[in-house]
């Protein structure tokens, strides 16, 4: 009994911790416009290039494609960013950080007018592509044509939709004009979803040809580049080696002469691999259960853990379309509304059943803390109470809510309507956390009728892009399918925003679509125009709390865990400053290891 307690007292104190981060890092930024949110970045440590030898990183899930414009999980962004850069970086205070730019715009440096309808950029004068070629501000306006052609089917189209022109007014000043003033002009050309292609190599792959032409899928496995790297080889699926960019604007950098990025294999064994064995240097995303993830920090002795803030949720995603594989061609389309989860009665029974302080305090620990809702830090949640709220399990009351609406227990148990058998098909990435996480849901959802059959699906093709891959994130050829993801910036509206109903994830989108649910909500797509319309930080910020309640009251979402970030890093790697508003790789230039 003490030992539950003192386990419970430090996953409080963990969530503690980290609240304190996440206060400092959002409070001040949720409104970059306002304060302007250029920080000057601390001075680097003068290390000499290529003065390292091999930078090793592990990714328990191996990327599929370079291009991130066309991408769809994190393992392809992070890759693809030693390689391809947005204009300016988002560090960990939510500060914008300049990359190809000499300065962050602001009202008082004359960058940002007309209320953040007009935000002009000034591209530093000694960037070029890894090819040798100037980096101009040709590329800027051509990235923006790429994606804001929808037959592109960009994944972030999200960040370019809303802008009226891109105009290049001389080689290295770029002037976005929005439709509309904006309390967040930062919005296209940055962090993760910002990156840059060159236009010479991409220039015939607008449109359709994006995905088809030969030209261009061999341009969206070898990207050029204004990065510290350059590609050498990639097996998608396996792994990436880079090798340094000569032609990289800072002439003390990168440390390493080269980088391989190795994918595949699982959480646990590449925690092992970078706290006890030291066969990597770094290692992304330690989901891994929290006493074996402990067992290996204390027991390691090569590398450290590595713990920062991000606005990241474990969640379940429902379908809101038939995906019967009778339906062939048309599964998963708009006019299909799938036959028992658009009942909100069903959603309601399914969210009540679940017992999110089980799965978090038993598989997460200090790594991840329960919550219902998808904004819980500040500035939009403030306490520990605040984001706990709701999250209680009430089997009585899921039950009350099938009968309610017609299911009737059959003689095995299962619930039936019309018929119809209360079956879900539960999917999720192969993970034993994740699988740990299914059983004990589909123990749940049994005790109030509901039968669940789970499925696994490899890492590197659910979270993969191709459009003819029935298994991954964007098909969603399941009933229910879990996973992570989280605003890329403070100021929420964003990602709220990329589930209205004109994002949803189709055929004629080739699957790309954020709004994989395929969730259609007029009340949740009116107030999205509207905030994205707002220049008040405390309105946008309201705006964004009434868009987390109609996720939650129209359960279409049921978030389960709010989770920091676990990476794990060598004892003798240095210089990494990990950010929760971007890549995980945003600032891969400066790391080093001890001489």
Known sequence: MQRHRNRRTLHLLGLLTILSLLIGACAGPAA???????????????????????????????????????????KDFDASRLILEPLAAIGPDGSYVPLLVEEIPTVANGGVEDNGRIITWKL???????????????????????CADPKTACTT?????????VEAIDPHTVRVTWKTPRANPYFAFTSTNGRIIQKAQFANCIGEAASTAEECQKANLAPIGTGPYKLVEFKPGDVVTYEINEHYRDPDKPFYKNVIFKGGGDATSAARAVLQTGDTDWAWNLQVEAAVLQQLAEQGGAGDLVIYNTANVERLLINFTNVDPALGDERGQLNHPHPFLTDINVRKALRAAIDNRTIAEQLYGPAGFPTCHLLWYPPY?????????????????????????????????????????????????????????????????????????????????????????????????????????????????????????SEASQRENEWRGN???RWQN????????QARASLDPEERRQYALRLNDIINEDVAMIPLVARPRVAGAAKTLKGYNPSGWDSEMWDVANWYSER
């Open 124 to 146: 530093r004068k000694d960037v070029k592509w890894s090819d040798g070629t100037d980096f101009t501000a040709e590329d800027v306006v051509f990235t923006w044509q790429y």
């Open 515 to 517: 709004n994989n649910m």
């Open 522 to 529: 007029a009340e949740f797509d009116a107030i999205c125009e």
């Open 32 to 74: 970059p416009a306002a304060s302007g949110p250029g920080a000057p970045a601390a001075e680097p440590v003068r290390v000499g290039r290529g003065v390292g030898d091999t930078l090793r990183i592990l990714y328990w899930q191996a990327p599929t494609i370079l291009n991130t414009h066309l991408a769809t999980g994190t």
């Open 157 to 165: 189209a999200t960040y370019f939709v809303d802008i009226e022109n």
């Open 381 to 501: 949640r403030s306490g520990i109470e605040e984001f706990y709220s709701g999250c209680e399990q009430d089997l009585d009351e899921a039950n009350r809510l099938l009968d309610e609406a017609g299911w009737v227990r059959g003689p095995d148990g299962v619930r039936v309507k019309d018929g119809m058998r209360l079956s879900l098909l539960f999917q999720t990435s192969v993970n034993p956390l994740r699988q740990k996480t299914q059983e004990l849901i589909k123990q749940w959802w049994a005790e109030i009728g509901v039968e669940t059959e789970l499925k696994s699906v490899d890492a590197s093709v659910f979270f993969g892009s191709d459009a003819g891959n029935p298994d991954n994130i964007g098909h969603f050829f399941a009933d229910i399918q879990m996973y992570t993801t989280g605003a890329s910036e403070p100021d929420a509206i964003t990602h709220l925003c990329q589930w209205v109903s």
